[in-house]
């Protein structure tokens, strides 16, 4: 049964950083991509960032590009966000995702992925 828990979401004031965690059991971690994604209310689900089994690949969305940083831990089977300079416009519920075909990259794609259950962000003005 896989599994996918993120964590590391809170409140910050505008300019302020913040980690998120995300841990995966029952698959083989490192032969599968992972996605960052948020949703704030009344808005689309949007992709964040992705980064690909090996870690070679990495990819953000343009709001995220100069500010989040992507990065996995294979030994551990985590995935983590790195986030600085945070915007009230960043405010949203953060969620990982973790394709369910292994060896498989196609970032943003919101189908067949497993899930968790989404982490929090809040950022003051």
């Known amino acids: 049964q896989v599994q996918v828990v993120a964590s590391g979401g809170g409140m910050v004031q505008t300019g302020g950083s913040l980690r998120l965690s995300c841990t995966v059991s029952?698959?083989?971690?490192?032969?599968?991509?992972m996605n960052w994604f948020r949703q704030a209310p009344g808005k689309e689900r949007e992709m964040v960032s992705c980064?690909?089994?090996?870690?070679?690949?990495?990819s953000y969305a343009d709001s995220a590009n100069n500010r989040f940083t992507i990065s996995r831990d294979n030994g551990k089977n985590a995935v983590f966000l790195q986030m600085n300079d945070l915007k009230p416009e960043d405010t949203a519920m953060y969620f990982c995702a973790a394709h369910h075909v292994p060896e498989f990259y196609n970032c943003g794609d919101m189908n067949n992925l497993y899930w968790g259950q989404g982490t929090q962000v809040t950022v003051s003005s």
């Open positions: 980064i690909e089994w090996s870690g070679h690949i990495t």
């Open positions: 029952g698959l083989t971690f490192a032969k599968h991509a």
